[in-house]
């Protein structure tokens, strides 16, 4: 192999759902990117949508509704045709990324608020539309569990929040070996980690290993929190808000120029 065919080995290793990695797999299947299948969390419809069912029979009450994922997108449309549920035409739409965004529009012919440029619960409290939400009910729909910080500012602005839970996450252990073994094929190695529970996940499996190989993989995250959980065992973390599939190979081609 000459040197050329050499610097053109990258991986990317990415911690996303299953789904998410063959979708980002086939989507850089032309380029010079290879695409690792290690996630750390899986995505699962409820065992039960009695509550969020009802909660949809009832979407006259809100006025406003945010989704904080694909995830939440997909089972909410999901969960909408299986009840023949009419939304109404009132109801405000909110979400925090592109990706979100862009399903939505897809499925449903409304105005979406969401931030430009910085995809966090954070900058989608500086939207306008999120100013003044005194005595207005917000549905939140997200997976179980998950960060409060939206939910809490919204009611100390005078909201009425609620949760419309309709998936659960549950964490996967990285078989490290086969990790390690994928990756010696590899000169340029990347591993993309897009939450604050998947990098702590991370860190719990990590513990009591030797971490010398790891010292060599360029960790791309999407907030600065991520970055500030790993710093302690990577020594090469890329921050970029915006993750998405063009974002991503125009990171790793900077950083893989020879």
Known sequence: MNKN???KKIALISTRPHKTNIKLSVDLKNSSISLLDYPLTE?????NYKIFDGILKNLKIYHHIIFISTNSVHF????????????PKSLIFSCIGPTTKSLLQKNLSVNIHSPENHFDS????????LSDVRERKILIIRGKGGRETLKNELEKRGADVSYGECYIRKYVNINLFHLKNDLTKYNHK?????STNSAKHLINQLIDIEKSWLHNIKIIVNHNKIRDQLSAIFKHILVSENIELQKLKELIATETLD
Do not use: A, C, G
């Open 5 to 7: 065919e050499w610097t």
């Open 43 to 47: 995505i699962y419809p409820l065992d």
């Open 76 to 87: 909410f449309l999901e969960r909408v045709k299986k009840q023949s549920i009419n939304i």
């Open 122 to 129: 954070e900058h989608l409290l500086k939207k306008e539309i």
């Open 190 to 194: 990347f591993m993309l980690i897009s």
